[in-house]
């Protein structure tokens, strides 16, 4: 599919648009940030080991009755996709205790969520740092109305559902990690959308404890590619990679 106008570029990804007003051109960059921003860097390969990753999940997920917006790998690091207008909540599943919710409740990194999974949305907004709200907020001033946050949540219990054993399967264990959703242009399906990489969840292994994602890169832990691709093969070694 030909690329044609580039539409947007953030932080991870550069988005274009294609002949085709319902599909896009998602391209994965290997730039690399932290606290919002405020720490840059570059990882090198990150682009390709994403969006195969992504790729390969979100055909999992597909096969598993969860629709995305994945529709084929056009290259190592560009996948083609379903156009959507992104509903603006980061969605974060939480299965174990980590990063900003150990500091929010005191508990320590690692320990398990005994009425888990808890589900957290923020709202889509660098400038403002990303902030957790709540269902009020998110309905108070006109983000998401309820049936579309309650449809985000059920489908984010889904990909969970999906997820963790999936990773389990392959020595990792799923801590937590972000979702982002959209309503596609064409017919206004809610979608999943963004990525699923080590650049949004967190991954142990589940042997060891280590750290295999970009913890790594937030904390000056080193050897990050090295984890990336540790990840990206574990997970094409099970999923099989969708670019065959």
């Keep these: ?3 044609g106008a580039q539409l947007y570029e953030g932080k ?3 988005v274009f648009a294609t002949p085709d007003p319902g599909l896009y051109v998602q391209l994965f960059k290997d730039d690399a940030t932290a606290f919002n921003g405020l720490k840059k860097g570059t990882i090198a390969g990150k ?3 994403n969006c195969r990753m992504s790729a390969a999940l979100f055909g999992l997920l597909e ?3 969860v629709r995305t917006h994945f529709v084929e790998l056009l290259s190592d690091r560009e996948m083609l996709i379903r156009a959507v207008r992104i509903v603006p909540l980061e969605v974060v599943i939480r299965n174990r205790v980590a990063g900003s919710l150990a500091k929010r409740v005191g508990r320590p990194e690692g320990e398990a969520i005994p009425r888990g999974p808890v589900i957290e949305l923020y709202y889509k907004d660098d400038a403002l740092g990303d902030p957790l709200l709540n269902r ?3 309905e108070a001033f006109g983000i998401a109305d309820t049936p579309t946050v309650d449809e985000i949540e059920g489908k984010a219990r889904a990909v969970n559902g999906v997820l963790v054993p999936f990773f389990r399967s392959v020595g990792l264990d799923l801590v937590d990690y972000k979702l982002e959703f959209g309503r596609a242009l064409e017919g206004g399906e ?3 959308a963004d990525e ?3 650049d949004t969840c967190r991954l142990w292994d589940a042997a060891s ?3 295999m994602d970009k913890d790594r890169f937030r904390r000056d832990l080193g050897g990050v590619e090295e984890a990336y691709q540790e990840v990206i093969g574990r997970v094409l070694g099970a999923a099989g990679s969708v670019a065959s």
């Design 209 to 211: 404890g280590e750290r």
């Design 196 to 198: 699923i990489s080590p």
């Design 47 to 49: 682009g390709s080991v």
């Design 1 to 3: 599919m030909r690329r």
């Design 63 to 65: 096969g598993a009755g």
């Design 190 to 192: 809610l979608l999943l």
């Design 136 to 138: 009020s907020h998110i």
């Design 12 to 14: 991870a990804k550069v």
